[in-house]
């Protein structure tokens, strides 16, 4: 066999299994062996990589209100998915729940590891404050960036708007529960969750005016 | 419910049977997706478009090919239309499917020395020399190395022959490991020339 019967091997027959005339060559022919042992590396790094990845919770939510909204969903009542269950799905998602608990619990940890003790008692009252800030501070951004758009907005920008809405109803309701029942974890994990989907959220709102502007 | 119930009911309009099949499919396309664009803000807005398209015609799916290689292929096209409309350059399908060269053999780097892979890349060195592979060859090696599709399956989402999609793959493992071996050079250029700054400082 030739280097370029080698090549209409490869071609043809794929990397595996060799065939005993292809297996001769390659102990023969150092440039050949060197190109099988550089693909069959990159093939093996290749299959290393993921082929499956979690896609952001917002992109159901906003393909099921497209759907709704032109009908191909049937049976909702009303063009608007009640919020509810939309915040039933986000948090159906259990990594997208546990990396947000698992993020708030290092930013706690690190909160209150960090602080003199004194301030200690203060950081356990309101361990949200400078999330809540940061947020605030996003959203009045948002704001001037859309002040300052052009004012065409598509459906995309429309749905986006409309599941903020729906985390801000979301978040005041786990924030009066959080008040009412400082004990409650249920309630704080679907806070923590739902500050998680608004930064999501406003992440991908300010992406959009960024590259509309 | 089954991946059938889901198709049955979601073309009868049900909303839980479209989120069943979203839910089956969706870290797949996804991953799809992110792999050809390599930026996760377009990539979100074409997993979208791919589904919206996908729910809005599954009327029409009849059950010739897997349901699977059905949404593949929209997606396929979808994402294949966004880079066309882009400015990067896009080489055609036959483009991609000419010879690199008429040498024959393997591709070698004419006057300089086989540089051998192995060992010196990594993940991050793949995926973006992934990224600079035309987006036909990409489509191919994603679809086939990392998804770990078939080449008749691949066959039916790209719309060509089997013999095709093997002749491909091929061309995009050889051009796959060009680009590595140039990633590999300017990295060791680099180290040389900080190594020669060094040395100059030292002295």
Known sequence: MQCRELEVFFEEEGLAPLSAAARQHLSECHACKHFFEDVTGIVALAHQLPAELDPPEHIWISIRNELVRDGTIRGLSGDRVPWWQSFAELFRNRSLATAAVAMVIIVVAFLLGSKP???????????????????????HDLANMQLASTGENSAVDASLRQNLEQVNEFIADCERRVREEPSDELAREYLTNAYQQKAQLLSAMMDREGSLN | ????????????????????????????????????????????????????????????????????????????????????KKTLPVASLEETTEPDEETGGPRKDIGAPDLKLTGAVDRVNLERSIEKLPPGYRTVFVLHDVQGYEHNEIADIMGCSVGNSKSQLHKARTRLRDLLQEEVREQARNERQIAKTQTGQAR
């Open chain 1, 117 to 139: 003790r004194e301030q200690v008692l203060q950081v356990q009252e309101d361990p949200y404050a400078s999330t809540v800030m940061a947020l605030s501070q996003q959203e």
């Open chain 2, 1 to 84: 419910m089954s991946e059938a119930d889901a198709i049955r009911l979601a073309q009868a309009g049900d909303a839980a049977a479209f989120e069943f099949l979203y839910r089956l499919h969706g870290r797949r396309v996804y991953a799809l997706c992110l792999r050809m664009v390599g930026n996760p803000s377009d990539a979100e807005d074409l997993m979208q478009e791919a589904f919206l398209q996908l729910f809005r015609k599954i009327g029409t799916f009849r059950g010739e090919s897997a349901f699977s290689t059905w949404l593949h292929r929209m997606t396929v096209n979808v994402v294949l239309m966004r880079l066309r």
